[in-house]
């Protein structure tokens, strides 16, 4: 019997998802072939890990050889490996679904990270200042990752913490986090990134996101008008390190209804700014 998959239409993981996988799965077959200190089934063990998302929660092992372009074989013993570790479990002999022993692979970076650390206690006390929800994300390959939440009001359809990841060109830190960028790896970045129109007001053409960018970079924040999510704003600053480089941004996400840009600029945006000042002295 064939180990290719098949597979149910409907399948679909946003574009950055399917490309960040691309990447680890080429690093596979493509520049570590042959490397004997390449353990490639460990890097298809993580590939399987990270097909798991909260809009797929549970899936059968043709589902994740489609998102992963793993043979179902091996999927199969990988997923076997990670049941008997505790990772994953099956019950229903054909659907599986992660484990909260998974979260012990990120929490060493979370309680040894000083940015994560400094970050929670920064944003603590500045959502409580402001009464707003506030995050401190990275630029991880494609897409900003949030190493700091604190959030008050649920003012979008997906649930926001620690771990979770956004396209950078929709979010008010990623803009920040790409106008620090220098020219040839904002070349790349705008090579290999579909920019797919996320709402109606989400900039998909690649010479207007440039030209946003630079913007952003002269004015020092950057504030979303409902490119990720209609009825959400935010504004974002970016993290300096003492060595003077940009290593995160900080932001504030507000309900669209109720906060204007002007308001976040006047009122939200000198506070946003002290407090990642602060902080980067910690850095």
Same mark, same amino acid.
């Given at each position: ?22 990447? *680890? ?12 200190? $390449? ?12 097909? $798991?998302? +909260?809009?797929y ?9 489609? =998102?992963?372009?793993? +043979? ?9 490996t990670?049941?008997?570790l505790? $990772? ?11 484990? +909260? ?11 040894s990270?000083?940015?994560?650390k ?5 944003? %603590? ?22 190493v700091a ?5 649920? *003012?979008?359809?997906? %649930? ?6 956004? +396209? ?34 989400? =900039?998909t ?17 950057a504030?979303?008008?409902q490119?990720?999510? *209609? ?27 109720q906060?204007s840009?002007?308001e ?20």
């Amino acid at each position: 019997m064939s180990d290719e998959p098949k597979f149910p239409s409907d399948l679909k993981l946003p574009s950055e998802e399917l490309q960040r996988l691309q990447e *680890i799965g080429e690093l596979t077959n493509d520049k570590y072939k042959g490397d004997p200190n $390449f353990m490639a089934s460990l890097a298809r063990g993580l590939e399987v890990l990270q097909a $798991f998302k +909260p809009n797929y929660s549970e899936m059968s092992v043709s589902e994740i050889a489609q =998102i992963t372009a793993i +043979p179902r074989a091996a999927v199969r013993r990988c997923l076997y490996t990670l049941k008997a570790l505790g $990772f994953v479990h099956c019950p229903d002999g054909r659907h599986y679904r992660l484990l +909260p022993r998974v979260l012990t692979l990120g929490h060493a970076y979370l309680s040894s990270s000083e940015l994560a650390k400094a970050a929670q206690n920064s944003l %603590d006390y500045l959502s409580k200042l402001l009464n707003e929800s506030c995050s401190v994300a990275t630029l991880d390959g494609d897409q900003i990752l949030y190493v700091a939440r604190a959030g008050v009001k649920r *003012i979008m359809t997906i %649930d926001l913490g620690r771990g979770s990841r956004l +396209p950078a060109y929709a979010t008010s830190m990623g803009m920040v986090l790409l106008s620090a960028l220098d020219t040839q790896q904002l070349d790349n970045y705008l090579s290999r990134v579909t920019l797919s129109p996320l709402t109606e007001f989400t =900039i998909t053409q690649a010479e207007v996101l440039r030209a946003e960018l630079a913007q952003v970079r002269r004015q020092g924040y950057a504030i979303n008008e409902q490119q990720l999510e *209609i009825g959400l704003r935010s504004i974002a600053v970016p993290m300096y390190s003492r060595k003077g480089g940009v290593v995160a941004a900080m932001n504030v996400g507000v309900n669209a209804s109720q906060v204007s840009a002007a308001e976040l600029r006047e009122r939200v945006l000198p506070q946003l700014q002290r407090a990642a000042m602060e902080l980067a002295l910690l850095l």
